[in-house]
């Protein structure tokens, strides 16, 4: 069983940063793919970036260039840096991981509210 919570989000304006958080439990952190998903009001949750256990990261093409994911393997923590916002990545955002390591996330916590305002 894996605990995940994340905190950070909030209310930002556009152009600003964010950076959310995820702590994780119950399970050696450092072996497995970690990710972080986003739900927008009336849109299916989508991926926007992962973690492999050895630091490698890939990203959705949305999130290019303005996020960035990092883990701290020490400390069971994975983050999402999120600069250069816009509206449309206002959404609750979902940290998950991959047990399996096969690129398929089989957990996510409760979430956090992220507004960017215009």
């Known amino acids: 069983q894996v605990q995940l919570v994340e905190s950070g989000g909030g209310l930002v304006q556009a152009g600003g940063s964010l950076r959310l958080s995820c702590a994780a439990s119950?399970?050696?952190?450092?072996?497995?793919?970690m990710g972080w998903f986003r739900r927008a009001p009336g849109k299916e949750r989508e991926f926007a970036a992962g973690?492999?256990?050895?630091?490698?990261?890939y990203y959705a093409d949305f999130v290019k260039g303005r996020f960035t994911i990092s883990r701290d393997n020490a400390k069971n923590m994975v983050y999402l840096q999120m600069n250069s916002l816009k509206p449309e990545d206002t959404a609750i955002y979902y940290c998950?991981?991959?047990?399996?390591?096969?690129?398929?996330?089989?957990?996510w916590g409760q979430g956090t509210q992220v507004t960017v305002s215009s």
């Open positions: 973690i492999w256990s050895n630091g490698n990261t």
């Open positions: 119950g399970r050696t952190f450092s072996r497995y793919l």
């Open positions: 998950a991981i991959d047990i399996g390591n096969s690129g398929s996330f089989g957990s």
